[in-house]
């Protein structure tokens, strides 16, 4: 089993080297490389996924590691950790990825860059597959910067693009801004429990080493990773501008994947979140579902709104991490991730038309706009019929994927509402179920846009076609996974996951902190649960079908007027619109207040720190010049003083020799009359 | 002669030859310093096949390795004294390789060839020699050869303000020269040689502090020994604020010089904390732990700041090593097991993540002939292969996995959160900084529109490469598997921790 899973792990790690080495050279630019290896990857993690269904205990768990780091004191492994959970995403990260590579042999065809894009998908891959079978939050650490740095080279793979080249940077310290928080965990981790085994923190905190404040703080710390990778309030901003990506992009890593990591993340440290800590997740989460569809209404960009969507749908998973809803979170991941990617690889359908059709009219334009699409059903109908399923799907109508998890998870948090005593819960299922009618609005708003009612621009109608099958194939499949008895088998009861292998094989973590505290933490009654799921069901039935109704009698019977309609709403529509002013609150605040402070850093550094060097200098130099001067003129004036003085005396005392013979003999006469005198007296 | 002192005096043996060699002969010139360069590199690597993994140095000859010990003027006790252990090994591996890729850098230096190699091998013997010193005025002699060599590497081969800035890089450094200077007659006259009973310079007698006489231990003089000899190893870090010499001397030297300096002689200032002021001092070294913890806080985090304002590239990779030599102090600090052992393995890999950004700010300048970020745009465009190798190296240095950086910063994280909980969160504050200003770097020198005046820009050219692909792939390769250089380091390290009270 882990022989199987590092092949499935360091197959697409290889590709990612030959490609990135000596790509451009290969046949095809080495396309078969990449799409090999996930493929092989893909065909193992089915192997694997069969073993565990045979095994078909809740309880499965594969572990192995190798020593890496040993200082002594710390010493770090390796390994891998096979649980049921891990071989499941496994699964579903490469077939949504498996797919993803198909596409793009028809989306990125002809691309000056060709090689590179799928040597990053390989990369991209090896580090998604790692983050969820790494048996140590290092390690995930590790894979979860590498998934970054792949999804910051992949959102600027059009990087002669200013936007594109910007997203990309905007994305990765958004993201390293949550990364903060997430190290900051994992420091307390360390340094309390002393390894980062998730075993190991397991035990530990159910011993209570790590407990109260601190483990909340630890909790709510590594959350803040998630907040980041999961787009969620308030870092999400990174993600819609993540859509300057190709859009295969978008599909596998901006929707199916890694925004889906961090959701991950909180299943794999469930067992650690303390009640606390939990109620910060739920309503990081519940607020970003609601806060989120809310702007995906008034998007126009049909990228931008599946991204929105995306964010929201983060939210829905996040929250059932939080109200303790840890299956349905779990399930609506994994549902969310092959519709929604559906979603992406049908809207990047529609856009390479659009882009195919423009560049043959000549028309310049924007080939995401939804204003310039509308009738594509007929030209595209595989496109269409497949993205109505995804649309049914993620608006959670029954018989459809979306609706056995979403319904799951706002009966979950239904259920925490009516288990706690504080009303003020009941906040959490309102979220989640004014953001259902809304989702299901704006897919349908999006669906009649694009794919009903008239043209809206009739020459680039002309020449929009459905794209080759190498493209629909893998929507197609994408449909078909999302289907609600792929995931209910061997029931095929369309009301609920119950019974299903999926809900079978993931149970919730006991908590370990409940362990430690000797009695639960949150404590849900069955019978609540029973009757939440119910009311639940019906509630979230009715408010799709309604979110669907409206989105019809707006756009395709359009019996409200929509113009006048944001007319009379006009300051809430423009807050919609313009995405709550949030990235003009960061520009003004946070990025052009650092810009400011690094300035003035420079300038100190410049002007004070290097002043005071070059300011001494100066001081030395004049104060050696005021030396040379005394120097010059005082001590060395001095020394020619008496030199002077001595020369002087020697040219008068010079002129006594004259040379003449005569005068000398006067003198010596003189002298001897003189001594004669002395002696005498 | 041992192998020891071959690995270090080789180069030297080089510089001779070149002087007797016409300066007409360009090529024979470049050759010998080649040979000459990699022949030290040969002898190091060779020395890394020899090593015995357990053994501790520090401060016991016998747990040396390669020791050469030899009386050298016995009148004032004066020994040639050269070994090797954990704390100096992987310093003096990574100067002779660094010695070897500067030779292949400075090919086309433009003028006074001759000159220009000679002193270059000599700078090479004397950081050897830094890094194998176990005597203590030895030591000093290469630490004052290096600096000689290097005035005029700068002051010759530099940019316009090249006078200024050796100058300044002469002064700065020669004034922490005479504090070691005073530290090490101090230490000389009040230290006792355990078998003579005579003054010593043995830096391993200097260790043992029952070889102190009475004034040497009293509080008030540890103190301000160590502070003086902080100074001098500060200004060589460097240490805010001793550090505006840095991006001066980097701005103005050539590139492989910069190289040098950023790679090799920065290091050379916390090593002289670790080989020498921690096990002389160990007391005062935990006296002021708290300060030199602030200090490194205050250099990530400063270094960082400053770097993201800067508008001339190599200004800006100059403050970046400001910073991440901050992620060295905050290590040392600590006195913890993943704290010292990241210090090391990140002055390790600092080296040759630094030395790659220097290079390629190189390779940038000899073809634009300017370093202005905002000159630049879209390079991506017509030096793909560069853009790419860039690309490595900055990532490398914002301390992305699977390279060096990552596990050296994740370390010093590890070892300083459990002593300095706030200090550690704070200074964690920089990875945000760091990702910002590289990642702005990289876009605005190879993303966006091509500019047009560089549309037939030739991309990186064969010898460049060869410079810079060897450190990528010890990066990569250090970082998926440190252990060659941790397992070397942590026996030593663990035990200079055991030294402090």
Redesign the interface.
């Known amino acids: 089993m882990i022989k199987l899973a590092l092949f499935i792990w360091l197959l697409p790690l290889a590709a990612f080297v030959i490609n ?1 080495l000596i790509g451009k050279r290969l046949p095809r630019k080495g396309d078969w490389l990449s799409v090999g290896a996930i493929g092989i990857s893909f065909i193992l993690s089915l192997i694997m996924l069969y073993r565990v269904l045979v095994d078909y205990d809740p309880n499965f768990l594969v572990q192995g590691s190798v020593p ?7 010493k770090l492994n390796m390994g891998l950790y096979l649980d049921n959970l891990a071989v499941i995403i496994v699964t579903a990260v490469s077939t949504v990825s498996f797919l993803v590579h198909v596409y793009s042999i028809g989306y990125m065809e002809g691309d000056p860059l060709y090689n590179r894009f799928f040597a990053y998908l390989s990369l991209f891959s090896f580090s998604m597959l790692g983050l969820v079978m790494w048996d140590n939050l ?1 390690g995930i ?3 979860w ?2 998934v970054g ?1 792949c999804s ?1 080279l992949l959102i ?1 793979f059009y ?4 936007s594109a ?2 997203a ?2 905007k994305a ?2 958004v993201n ?2 949550g ?2 928080g997430f ?2 965990g994992l ?2 981790v ?2 309390t429990v002393g390894s980062f085994n998730l075993t190991t923190i397991h035990q530990a905190v159910g011993q209570g080493v790590l407990h109260g404040g601190l483990l909340t703080a630890a909790g709510i710390l590594l959350f803040a990773g998630a907040v980041g990778k999961s787009a969620q309030f308030p870092l999400h901003v990174w993600l819609p501008d993540a859509m300057e990506g190709p859009t295969p992009v978008s599909a596998l890593i901006h929707a199916a994947t890694m925004v889906a990591a961090g959701v991950y993340l909180m299943a794999r440290l469930n067992f650690m979140l303390t009640f606390d800590a939990m109620l910060v997740v739920a309503y990081v989460g519940g607020f970003t579902s609601l806060f989120a569809a809310t702007i995906a209404i008034t998007q126009n960009d049909i990228k931008r709104v599946l991204a929105y969507s995306t964010i929201s749908q983060l939210g829905y998973m996040i929250m059932a991490m939080g109200v303790g809803a840890y299956v349905a979170g779990f399930f609506h991941l994994v549902t969310h991730a092959m519709f929604k990617a559906g979603l992406f690889l049908g809207s990047g359908s529609v856009i390479h038309a659009m882009h195919h059709s423009m560049e043959k009219t000549g028309i310049h334009g924007d080939p995401n706009d939804m204003r310039q699409m509308g009738g594509f059903r007929k030209k595209m109908p595989y496109t269409h019929i497949t993205f109505v399923i995804f649309s049914l799907a993620l608006s959670g109508i029954p018989f459809f994927s979306g609706f056995l998890s979403k319904d799951a998870i706002l009966g979950g948090t239904l259920a925490f509402a009516m288990s706690q005593s504080n009303p003020i819960h009941y906040l959490l299922p309102t979220f989640g179920f004014v953001a259902a009618i809304i989702t299901a609005f704006y897919m349908f708003r999006l669906i009649i846009n694009t794919f009903y009612g008239k043209p809206k621009n009739e020459s680039l109608f002309k020449h929009i076609h459905e794209s080759p099958k190498v493209m629909t194939i893998p929507l197609m499949a994408l449909a078909f996974l999302s289907l609600y008895f792929i995931y209910t088998i061997p029931s095929i009861s369309p009301a609920g996951p119950e019974g299903g292998w999926f809900t079978h094989l993931i149970e919730r973590p006991i908590s370990a902190v409940a362990t430690q505290l000797g009695h639960p933490v949150l404590f849900i009654p069955e019978h609540t649960e029973h009757a939440a799921h119910v009311n639940g069901m019906l509630i979230s039935i009715i408010f799709a079908l309604t979110g669907i109704l409206l989105a019809y009698l707006f756009y395709y019977w359009k019996k409200i007027d929509v113009e006048k309609f944001t007319q009379r709403i006009k300051p809430l529509y423009a807050l919609s619109f313009n995405k709550y002013y949030m990235d003009e609150l960061y520009q003004a605040t946070v990025v052009s207040g ?2 400011l ?3 003035m ?2 300038w100190f ?1 410049l002007h004070v ?2 002043g ?2 070059n300011g001494s ?1 100066w001081v030395v130099r004049n104060f050696s010049f005021m030396d040379g001067w005394i120097d010059k003129y005082i001590v060395d004036g001095l020394v020619n003083l008496v030199a002077n003085m001595t020369l002087a005396f020697g040219k008068s005392v010079r002129k006594i020799e004259t040379g003449q013979i005569q005068n000398y003999i006067l003198g010596a006469v003189l002298g001897a009359f003189f001594i004669i005198i002395l002696t005498m007296i | 002669m041992g192998l020891i002192s071959l690995a270090t005096f080789f180069p030297v043996l080089g510089a001779l030859i070149i002087l007797f060699i016409p300066k007409e002969k360009l090529s024979t010139i470049k050759i010998i310093a080649l040979v000459f360069s990699l022949g030290s590199l040969v002898v190091t690597t060779f020395l890394w096949t020899q090593y015995q993994y357990g053994m501790i140095g520090i401060n016991d000859e016998s747990q040396f390795q390669f020791v050469e010990h030899l009386a050298w003027i016995p009148a004032f006790h004066i020994e040639y004294f050269v070994g090797v252990d954990g704390l100096s090994f992987p310093m003096v591996w990574l100067t002779s390789l660094l010695g070897f890729i500067a030779v292949v850098a400075s090919w086309n230096i433009p003028k006074a060839q001759k000159g220009y190699f000679a002193l270059f091998l000599l700078l090479d013997t004397a950081m050897i020699g830094v890094f194998v010193s176990l005597d203590f005025f030895l030591f000093y002699v290469f630490w004052e050869v290096m600096l000689l060599p290097m005035y005029f590497l700068i002051g010759i081969w530099g940019g316009p303000r090249r006078e200024y800035a050796a100058i ?1 890089f002469f ?2 450094t020669l004034l922490g020269s005479v504090l070691m200077l005073l530290v090490m007659l101090a230490l000389y006259f009040n230290v006792q040689d355990p078998v003579t009973g005579g003054h010593t310079f043995n830096m391993l007698h200097m260790m043992q502090q029952s070889n102190h006489n009475s004034w040497l231990s009293r509080f008030d003089v540890r103190f301000w020994l160590y502070l003086a000899l902080f100074i001098g190893f500060a200004i060589k870090v460097p240490i ?2 001793f ?3 840095l991006p001066d001397a980097h701005v103005e030297a050539p590139t492989a010089i910069s190289v040098i300096l950023a790679g090799i002689l920065l290091k050379m200032g916390t090593y002289g904390i670790l080989r020498i002021s921690y096990p002389i001092f160990p007391d005062i070294a935990k006296y002021t732990s708290y300060a030199l913890a602030v200090l490194g806080v205050i250099n990530i985090l ?1 270094g960082a ?2 770097a ?3 508008s001339d590239l190599k200004k800006l990779v100059a403050y970046s090593s400001v910073s991440h030599m901050g992620f060295v102090l905050l290590g040392m600090s600590v006195f ?3 704290g010292i ?1 990241g210090a090391v393995f990140q002055m390790f890999s600092h080296g040759i993540i630094t030395a790659m950004l220097f290079l390629i700010v190189g390779v940038i300048y000899d073809r634009a002939h300017h370093r202005e970020i905002n000159g630049f745009g ?1 390079l ?2 017509s030096m793909p292969v560069y853009a ?1 190798v860039a690309s490595l190296a900055f ?1 490398a240095a914002l301390g ?3 390279m060096t950086g ?2 050296a910063e ?2 010093v ?3 300083a ?2 002593v300095y909980r706030v200090l ?2 704070i200074a ?2 920089g ?3 760091t ?2 200003y590289v ?2 770097t990289v ?1 605005r020198v ?5 500019n047009p005046k560089y549309e037939s820009i030739g991309d990186i050219n064969g010898r460049e490469l060869f410079t810079l692909v060897p450190l990528g792939l010890l990066t990569i390769f250090f970082g998926i598997y ?2 060659p250089i ?2 070397m380091i ?1 026996v030593s390290l ?1 035990y200079l921790i055991t030294l402090i009270p």
């Open positions: 990135i890496w780091i040993d200082l002594g004191v710390l290092f650490y590790m894979m910067e590498l740095i910051y600027g990087f002669t693009k200013d080249a910007n990309g940077k990765f310290i390293r801004v990364d903060f190290l900051i420091l307390i360390i340094s650092l810009l402070w690094n300035q850093l420079a550094d720190i290097d005071i060097v200098a | 300044k002064l700065y805010f604020p550090h505006t010499w400063y700041f400053v993201m304002a800067q913890t097991s993943a052992n879209g991506a465009v790419g990532f992305l996995p699977g990552f596990i994740a370390l994280f590890i070892g959160f459990s550690t969160i964690a504050f990875i945000i900084v990702a910002s990642l702005w876009q190879f993303l966006g529109k091509l440190p252990l941790l397992n942590k663990n």
